[in-house]
C-alpha cells in the first residue's frame, strides 16, 4: 500500500525558509518520478516542482524557480521541498505526489 507522509510546513514569516518532508512507503521509490504541488481553497491544484528518477532532473514552476529545491535521498526513501524567500503568495496546503496518489499535505503559511 502506497504511503506518502508529508511533514515541514508551519507559519514563517516573508522572506523565510521552510523544508518538506515526505516519507514515502509501499513501492520501490527510486523507480519513481516524484512531485510537489500545492493547492489553496478555491483554487485549482499547482505543480510546484518534480523530480525524475535516475539523475534526479529537476522542472520547476515559473513562480518558484530560483527559490525552491526539491530533491530525493532514494537511501531513505523521503522526498525533500527546500523553500526560501518565501512569500504570502506561497501559502498554500502542500501535497507530495506519486503518480495520481497523494498524501495528507501539510500547511504552509506565509504572513508577518
Known amino acids: 500500500q502506497v504511503q506518502l507522509v508529508e511533514s515541514g510546513g508551519g507559519l514563517v514569516q516573508p522572506g523565510g525558509s521552510l523544508r518538506l518532508s515526505c516519507a514515502a512507503s509501499?513501492?520501490?521509490?527510486?523507480?519513481?518520478?516524484m512531485a510537489w504541488y500545492r493547492q489553496v481553497p478555491g483554487k485549482e491544484c499547482e505543480l510546484v516542482a518534480e523530480?525524475?528518477?535516475?539523475?534526479?532532473?529537476?522542472k520547476y514552476a515559473d513562480s518558484v524557480k530560483g527559490r525552491f529545491t526539491i530533491s530525493r535521498d532514494n537511501a531513505k526513501n523521503t522526498l525533500y521541498l527546500h523553500m526560501t524567500s518565501l512569500q504570502p503568495e506561497d501559502t498554500a496546503m502542500y501535497y507530495c505526489?506519486?503518480?495520481?496518489?497523494r498524501g495528507q499535505g501539510t500547511q504552509v503559511t506565509v504572513s508577518s
Open positions: 505526489h506519486k503518480d495520481n496518489t
Open positions: 509501499g513501492f520501490t521509490f527510486t523507480g519513481y518520478a
Open positions: 523530480i525524475s528518477t535516475g539523475r534526479g532532473s529537476t
